[in-house]
């Protein structure tokens, strides 16, 4: 065992022409003494492996955790169903670990992944193997459970490959943190050798829930009426997909948080947010859950909800909601987070939850369509294509910010809904001409360049935008330090601030919804009817 990280050494200096004969001695030495190997030594043979691969491998793609964790191991399975092509390595410390600790790399080992035991510092090891691995298709993904661990090894990954003076190709990398919001404290220079994602576990959940489901279903002409029981993390992902999503010519949202102490508890969000108020109107009712008055008052409202999301995992007032739902027909859609599907299973298996729409387990979040989702980015970088040619924005993807990058992956977000508003939908295909001959009707064309204004307004205002006043004296359309844009602003709005700059605002929503086709088809989907 001893003799193992030399071996690995070695192999990795071998000529191309002795990989036959060692070949065929290492499989003769595995044959001979696996049985009597220990984990220890299953581990050093997994850098021999790796050794061989770094030199001859026909895989186009290589996935490269900075941990194992439950988490990880998740998302590399799925990695592993849809990637047949791809080579998923994890790293792990070069110490002896704990117990539990070892089960996992063991059920990796079967799964056919690689452990590497790690000799040096982090930062170099990942350095060491994306750059072994720079002529295929990196993934590298910082997952571990302390954010403030990841965000400050992403760091530390990117500045020492700064100090080098072979560059590696841009890494496609997943950086796991608490709250999405962190991508507008993060700079793009800073992560330059990077194409940067920020994931966090429960923007996952609530994206993962309107996929399925879309707040354009809901709701009459004036009103959509929502109802959110609880406040988290959770809630604010809700709040800020929703009044993204839900944005309908001529309505308004309106929003009433139930929860004990919700000003207090909410008012954090609120204050870092002020303006959101521009696109939902927002209702406190505090209650103390579980009391004859939380229920006396939701047997009241049920008759004039469209949507209720209850969060806070109460099994008793689950049932209550559920009982009070079907003994007065309403059909409100009702969602139910959880982030642990075992909690439910008992009581799932005695009652019928047909009605009730489940979300949140953790367990069914980490997957590469959920987290990888290349499809999103290519939307996303075919709207900033197009978005450039219109303000004549020279800059690559690669130059934005990393808030930009994430506006434009919101507005990809929003297309399905923007399509089921029309009674249409996108899928895989090629064919967009349902959509091309839909916005030919002037009447569809506006109503889509309204509503894509407003749910522009409304990503903005969730992260903390305000409305810049303009300044004939120093026209600037724009302060991204202080978080002001002059074009947060009604639709109507948008003409005078556009003759200000002598610049039609409108007319670039407009060229947006216009594009939106072809965006679609170069992603490789096609648009078809409900």
Known sequence: ENDFESIAVGVESMPKFSFLFALVMTLSMLT????????????????????FLKKFTWKKKVFIFSELNESALLLGTDIKLQHKDGIVIYCVPGIEEEEEQLELEKEAAQKGFFVIPMQNELHRELFSLCKHFSK????????????????????DFSEFCKTKKNHLPRINTYLWVQGSDYASMLSAQEYSSMELHIID?????????????????????????IYILGWNKIAENLIKYLVSLGQVQNRRLKIVLLEENIV???????????????????????KIENSKDYFDYLNQEFPNIDMLFYLNQDLRSLAELFRIKTR??????????????????????????????????????????????????????????????????????????????????????????KL????????????????????????????????EHIRWNAFYFCNGWRTLTVDKNNLKNKNAKTKEHVCLVSFDELVTVGEAFEKDFQEMDQHLVLHMGKILQQAGFGVYAR
Request: charged share 25%; aromatic share 14%.
């Open 32 to 51: 001979v003494g696996m049985v009597a190997l220990s984990y220890t030594g299953y581990r050093a043979l997994c850098k021999i492996q790796l050794g």
């Open 136 to 155: 295929k298709k990196l993934y590298l993904f910082f997952i571990s459970k302390d954010e403030i661990d990841n965000i400050s090894a992403c760091s």
């Open 201 to 225: 576990e429960n923007e996952l959940a609530v994206r993962n829930l309107f996929s399925e489901i879309t707040p354009n279903a809901y709701g009459d002409d004036d009103y959509l009426k």
């Open 264 to 286: 207090d508890k909410s008012a954090i969000f609120f204050n870092q947010n002020v303006q959101i108020g521009q696109v939902s109107d927002f209702v406190f009712i505090e």
């Open 328 to 417: 007065l027909a309403s059909e409100a859609k009702l969602c139910c987070y959880f982030s642990n599907k075992n909690q439910y299973k008992e009581l799932l298996g005695k009652t019928d939850f047909f009605q009730i729409q489940f979300f949140g387990n953790w367990k069914e979040l980490y997957t590469d369509a959920l987290i990888i989702d290349e499809k999103l980015d290519v939307l996303a970088k075919g709207f900033h294509q197009y978005y450039g040619k219109l303000y004549e924005d020279t800059r690559k993807w690669e130059d934005i910010s990393l808030f930009e990058q994430q506006s434009n992956r919101a507005l990809a977000l929003s297309i399905q809904s």
């Open 420 to 451: 089921y508003g029309i009674g249409l939908y996108y899928d895989i295909g090629d064919s967009v001409e349902l959509f091309e001959s839909k916005i030919k009707d002037t009447k569809i064309l506006m109503k889509l360049t309204i509503e």
